[in-house]
């Protein structure tokens, strides 16, 4: 298979010879309105977030806790689609030729909209990667390869549950990062337990040179620090979009803490994984 | 398999029965899409399945519960009346209602158990619709000293009462589900996060022949006692194999079990009764999958599903909790796509009258998931010549249902 090289590769390099973890930040497209979702998408950029995880929404996000689910919802009511979300990173594209965009979400409204279609749009939207929670490496061949050849990465989690003889066929084509979930169990759920992690990290470094970032249950820049030692970025997800929620007035409608709110707890987090 | 003749090898090539492939799928219905922290344990549950299919005591040990404490065989029953009153097929009932905690959903719990108390697993979870599955999980867990919690959407929490009840009594803990709708489909997210969370120490126990290979193979498997017996109890009544069988669909489990050891007999007409709720033509008024549905990925599976242009899952309505789910079983989708069995809707009117039908005709209050069977006898039976030998799965018994059937019928109770 060729060998693309996405903003993604790009970003891990640059950020290596910074010395400097990636701080990978998620919201749900759409979320809690189009505008709102997408003036926040281009405020991430510029309070310190180095890689977007752009969440697709859906109806039954089984992996979700509730922060999560309740952001898919308040998008989905707001009228959020695929399409919308490929025009979002369209627009997010005009002005941001660097930072990396990683579609995450579940198979379904992918397979809905049609796989080939789908990588096609995606791609020339100027999505770099995908993160598709319920399509294992067992049917690598259904998304994963075609998504590959079209110059995308396709990002794998590795879980606490992925053992010594399972990690080689979760690796074998995962490109761009691995994304190491920090817990058995759902998005933004219990504190992962750092020293776990950092040994689990290790066992993943020593049979890939792909980046490792770590996610699930990050909430503050101190544990955002913490987690990040060993690995190579944190992901930021369920703090971010509570942060959403709580910011919204009478009839769930953005308030001027909306995008305020995110930037504040994103500088946080970057100035706590800058800090030596 | 070397010691088969030709003939037979080339029959179970073209054989509806052999499914699914060893990547779970039937066609391209079924498969594995979960969460990778999933993934390891729904292979560890396959080996395990593999191995106990394979050890004569672990059949034994159900044959023995089926026996005593389920009080299998459950009857193949021949209802004169019904058949008189519709003057054409011959109508028998197999009458899974018979059994312990009143539906087919033993069957399966039974097998299920067993499979767990052989992993070592301390704790079962379990999502439920109408509530017969979580009786029967809430069942088998008192019998085995096993911990249980079952999630339970809210709305059916409150329509279906007194197996609430009953689950309480039992020991099980009971989750409502305030998510989505608050039904059969929010129960189950909320169980696979459960099973996320606490996947090492916890079964999940899925009620359905859906969700993730093994599910809907195991599922069936234990469900297919009940076609193997139909068979074997028709013979013993009339000498042959009946003509034409009729199940309802909600996951299908009740359906596939009947179906299953028929689907090589070409002469044996298979149908597949959805739930048509208010009418197909309803948006979000139906759960009839896939005669209302398209192909997607929910649940772990790739089946029809109730879903909009975009992809999102849509709810489901019928009258009855036990069919109200937006997705199917994948076999039952793979034996649509191939033409075996036919599958065809019937509204919450139709099944409403044709458990009075059947009520005031048999002495026999069926569920309102089986009602939907009977109302497509109903419509059928009278086209059929009266040798043609039909049997509908009578899956469970009305008595949970009586509160709902009072309400649409104005009764007081």
Known sequence: ?276 | MATKSKKTAEAALNSYATGPDDRGFFGIFGGRFVAETLMPLILELERAYEAAKADPEFQRELDFLNLHYAGRPSPLYHAERMTAELGGAKIYFKREELNHTGSHKINNCLGQILLARRMGKKRIIAETGAGQHGVAVATVCAKYGMECEVYMGATDVERQAPNVARMMLLGAKLNPVTSGAGTLKDAMNEALRDWVTNVRDTYYLIGTAAGPHPYPAMVRDFQAIIGHETRKQMMEAEGRLPDTIVACIGGGSNAIGIFHPFLDDPGVAIYGVEAGGHGIDVENGHAASMTGGSPGVLHGNRTYLLQDGDGQILEGHSISAGLDYPGVGPEHSWLKTIGRVTYVPATDKEALDALQFCTRLEGIIPALESSHALALVKKLAPTLAKDNLLVVNISGRGDKDLATVAKHLGMKI
Do not use: W
């Open chain 1, 1 to 276: 298979m060729t060998k693309h090289v996405t903003r993604i590769d790009a970003s891990f390099a640059a950020l290596k010879k910074e010395k400097r973890p990636a701080l990978v930040t998620f919201i749900t497209a759409g979320d809690p309105d189009p505008e709102t979702s997408a003036e926040v998408l281009a405020e991430l950029v510029k309070a310190g977030a180095d890689i977007i995880e752009l969440g697709m929404p859906f109806s039954d996000p089984m992996a979700d806790g509730p922060a999560i689910q309740a952001s898919s919802q308040r998008a989905l009511k707001a009228g959020q689609t695929m399409v919308k979300t490929l025009q979002m990173v369209r627009d997010f594209r005009a002005h941001d030729n660097t930072t990396p965009i990683v579609l995450m979400g579940y198979y379904n409204p992918i397979y809905v909209y049609g796989n080939e279609r789908f990588i096609k749009d995606a791609k020339a939207a100027g999505v770099d990667g995908l993160i598709v929670v319920d399509v294992p490496p067992e049917a690598d061949d259904e998304l994963c390869l075609p998504a590959l050849a079209a110059g995308l990465n396709f990002i794998r989690l590795a879980t606490p549950t992925t053992d010594k003889a399972r990690l080689p066929a979760v690796l074998k084509n995962t490109s761009g990062f691995v994304y190491y979930v920090s817990i058995t169990g759902i998005t933004g759920a219990a504190a992962p337990v750092v020293n776990d992690v950092h040994s689990q990290v290790k066992a993943i470094k020593a049979e890939t040179p792909l980046p490792v970032v770590v996610g699930f249950g990050v909430r503050s820049g101190d544990q955002a620090r913490a987690i990040s030692k060993g690995a190579d970025g944190v992901v930021v997800g369920s703090a971010i979009v509570s942060t959403i929620e709580k910011s919204l007035g009478p009839k769930g409608a953005a308030t001027d803490r909306t995008v305020k709110g995110v930037v504040e707890l994103v500088r946080e987090l970057r100035a706590a994984l800058s800090a030596d």
